[in-house]
């Protein structure tokens, strides 16, 4: 079967599982292509199933995510499962969301999953996860996936219900929250220890930082709060309200 899988992430969550779901297929026979959105790809005319996962930030997928899927996701009959990482399950609702877009679509939802990962976000009242936590919640993504994969593969899934009651609310959040992190983004600052080798303005998925006139690091108003800036940093350099936080790397606790 021919499988396209998109996503947006912004730490690295969001493609550990794309990435070990497009594994467990290729090994399985499927032919699988993964992309992030943040390259503008395109879905392969005769793909069979599209698979499309963002992360959830204060209850649905980015704005940024939504957007991208209106205007870039062309009307199709193919089958489509949706997936959500976040730290919690209490408010993953972008799977609901996602389901409902693909469904206007043409596609076919064969399953809407949410994935338990670890908190990128640690600033202020949300804590870091422990080592122990974040081993616990990989082997139980990972093996929610082998689930996944076998059930798909002995043709055990079947059509999910994309209709949610309550889902143009959750995009009215998700908008909310876009404007509400662009007034957080402003908060975002480097410190004496950059060296200004640009990593940061390279990755922004929004363009968010720059090197002004005098080759100073600054942040303008389109901030979505992935983070991607302060974990991704060489020299832990990007403070959020003038303090340091430890940098989230997944790569770390994965067993090689």
Request: aromatic letters at 8%; charged letters at 25%.
């Amino acid at each position: 079967m021919k499988v396209n899988i998109l996503h947006f992430s912004g730490t690295g969550n969001t493609k550990y599982v794309a990435d070990y779901l497009g594994e467990k297929l290729v090994n399985t026979g499927h032919d699988v292509k993964i992309n992030g959105i943040d390259t503008n790809p395109t879905i392969d005319e005769d793909v069979e199933l599209l698979i499309l996962g963002g992360p959830i930030y204060a209850g649905n997928v980015p704005e940024k995510m939504i957007r991208w899927i209106l205007r870039n996701i062309k009307n199709k009959n193919a089958n489509c499962i949706v997936y959500s990482t976040s730290a919690g399950l209490k408010n993953a609702n972008g799977v609901d969301s996602l389901a409902k877009k693909l469904d206007k679509k043409g596609y076919n939802i064969l399953a809407k999953e949410t994935y338990v990962m670890p908190r990128n976000f640690y600033f202020g009242k949300y804590p870091k996860n422990t080592t122990q936590e974040v081993n616990d919640m990989i082997k139980n993504t990972n093996k929610q996936i082998d689930i996944l994969v076998d059930r798909l593969n002995k043709g055990k899934l079947y059509l999910a219900d994309p209709e949610n009651k309550g889902v143009l609310g959750k995009d009215l959040l998700a908008e909310t929250f876009s404007v509400m992190a662009k007034f957080m983004g402003k908060n975002f600052s480097v410190d004496e220890d950059c060296v200004k080798c640009g990593i940061c303005v390279k990755n922004c998925p929004e363009k968010n930082i720059i090197f002004d006139d005098n080759k100073e690091i600054k942040f303008l108003n389109k901030c979505m709060l992935c983070t991607r800036c302060i974990h991704n940093c060489p020299k832990n350099a990007i403070n959020y309200k003038n303090n340091k936080y430890a940098q989230y790397n997944l790569n770390s606790y994965i067993k090689k």
